[in-house]
């Protein structure tokens, strides 16, 4: 039979064992996010700087003040479709990279709550008469704990839901805008 010291000893270095892991974890996750970030904005500025170049060039050919502008116009939805391809893409990365933060982390807390409960009842077994009242106090609190959590993860889950709905919104709305603008445009030569 271990002594209480002994148990408490033991479940604090399994609980900080797993607390490494879950660092590690979302340490390697935070890199690889921000890895993907940096991978896209120097594809993003690269074929940026092509792109610039190559319009440049459009423009500074243009035989008159009329072509110099609809070579403009036709230039600005291209650009505006691909900073919202851009915005999309960033906001992939972020939901996903959020996604697997809130895995590891729902993981993470389900073990901890696992191993808690279980040290609670081994210490319960061996605790002294009279200390009914102090453990299902610490029960009550690891419920409550709980309760908060779950509500703390579905309002999160529901932020995400609604950053997402706001980007495709403002994605929809300048896509649109842009189309507009490139009509007036084209319909003006």
Do not use: C, W
């Not at 808690?116 to 029960?139: R, Y």
């Not at 690891?142 to 839901?161: C, F, H, R």
């Not at 649109?176 to 009509?183: D, E, I, L, V």
């Amino acid at each position: 039979m271990f002594s209480f010291q002994e148990t408490l000893s033991a479940a604090t270095k399994t609980n900080l064992e797993s607390q490494l892991a879950l660092i590690s974890a979302l340490t390697n996750k935070t890199f690889e996010s921000f890895e993907k970030v940096v991978d896209l904005n120097l594809n993003v500025a690269k074929t940026s700087l092509e792109e610039s170049s190559a319009n440049v060039q459009q423009l500074l050919a243009a035989k008159d003040v009329q072509e110099f502008f609809s070579l403009s116009a036709a230039q600005a939805q291209p650009s505006a479709e691909k900073a919202l391809a851009y915005g999309r893409h960033l906001a992939t990365i972020a939901s996903s990279t959020q996604a697997e933060f809130t895995k590891a982390a729902e993981a993470q807390i389900a073990e901890t709550n696992r191993k808690v409960i279980a040290l609670v009842e081994e210490i319960s077994k061996n605790a002294p008469a009279g200390s009914e009242n102090a453990i299902a106090f610490v029960k009550s609190a690891i419920g409550n704990a709980n309760a908060g959590y779950e509500q703390l993860s579905k309002s999160t889950k529901q932020a995400v839901e609604a950053l997402e709905v706001n980007i495709n919104a403002a994605a929809s709305q300048l896509t649109q805008a842009s189309a507009k603008a490139n009509g007036r445009a084209s319909s003006k030569k």
